[in-house]
């Protein structure tokens, strides 16, 4: 009996900790024609390396390097710590290659400016997910 209430309390633990924070997802405005996006062109594009999508001109928006969001997103889909990420954008920033990209605070930072321009690509919780916004496939 202690061993099934240990295993009990093991997989309710991480249960908890696995559905803390939601799914991260990629998004754009509705009116963006962008739809989805190949793994190795994302990966170039959040490393400086391009500036487009698809065929489509987008402008990043970054979250806080501390956000849920932000370490998720890296990890998820750039295989990336927040470390190996800055160290990449200050290169960039350093050597004049780049701008460093758009930061803000939050889920609800992201959707406010996404959502008003068709051009910007965030990523957020699925959860945080509006009408006026769309997921971008990865492929």
């Not at 594009?45 to 698809?54: D, H, V």
């Not at 750039?78 to 004049?96: A, D, M």
Request: zero cysteines; proline letters at 1%.
């Amino acid at each position: 009996m202690k061993l099934f209430m240990k295993l009990f309390i093991f997989l309710l633990i991480l249960f908890v900790f696995s559905n803390a924070y939601g799914e991260v997802v990629l998004v754009v405005s509705k009116n963006s024609k962008l739809n989805e996006v190949n793994s190795v062109e994302l990966k170039r594009f959040f490393a400086g390396k391009t500036k487009s999508l698809a065929g489509e001109k987008v402008i990043m928006i970054l979250q806080h390097k501390d956000s849920q969001s932000h370490k998720n997103f890296l990890k998820k889909y750039l295989g990336k710590s927040t470390q190996q990420f800055s160290k990449t954008w200050k290169k960039l920033v350093f050597t004049g290659r780049a701008k460093s990209p758009r930061t803000v605070n939050s889920d609800e930072e992201v959707i406010k400016l996404v959502s008003e321009n068709s051009i910007y690509i965030s990523y957020i919780d699925e959860s945080q997910l509006t009408d006026s916004m769309k997921k971008i496939k990865i492929k």
